[in-house]
Nanobody, 119 residues
Framework: QVQLVESGGGLVQTGESLRLSCAAS????????MGWYRQTPGKQRELVAV???????NYADSVKGRFTISRDNAKNTVFLQMNSLKPEDTAVYYC?????????????WGQGTQVTVSS
C-alpha cells in the first residue's frame, strides 16, 4: 500500500508562487508515474501535470509555462512549482501515483492540499 502526503498549499495573491510537495511511502518514484490533479467544488478532478517513471513530463494547457513538476527519487518526493498563480488555479490539489503491472492497475491518491489564489 502506497501512502502519499501532500503539503505546501496555502493562500497567496495573484502572481505569487507556491511549491507543493508530495511525500511517498517507500521507494516508488522510479516505478510509478506521479501526477498532480486539482478539483474545485462541483467539477471533476482534472490533470495538472504528470511525470512518468522515465522522467518525461506533461502539463495541462492551462498551466504550461507556469507550473513545473519534478521529483527527488532519493527523498521519495514529487514537487509542483507553481508560478504566476491566477485565481482560476484555486482548487484542492491531489497527488497521484499509478502503475500497471500486467493486468493489475495500482492507483493511489493523497488527501489533498488547498490552494487559494486571491485577486
Amino acid at each position: 500500500q502506497v501512502q502519499l502526503v501532500e503539503s505546501g498549499g496555502g493562500l497567496v495573491q495573484t502572481g505569487e508562487s507556491l511549491r507543493l510537495s508530495c511525500a511517498a511511502s517507500g521507494n516508488i518514484l522510479s516505478m510509478y508515474g506521479m501526477g498532480w490533479y486539482r478539483q474545485t467544488p462541483g467539477k471533476q478532478r482534472e490533470l495538472v501535470a504528470v511525470i512518468i517513471a522515465g522522467g518525461g513530463t506533461n502539463y495541462a494547457d492551462s498551466v504550461k509555462g507556469r507550473f513545473t513538476i519534478s521529483r527527488d527519487n532519493a527523498k521519495n518526493t514529487v514537487f509542483l512549482q507553481m508560478n504566476s498563480l491566477k485565481p482560476e488555479d484555486t482548487a484542492v490539489y491531489y497527488c497521484n501515483a499509478r502503475r500497471t503491472v500486467g493486468a493489475t492497475r495500482y492507483n493511489y491518491w493523497g488527501q489533498g492540499t488547498q490552494v487559494t489564489v486571491s485577486s
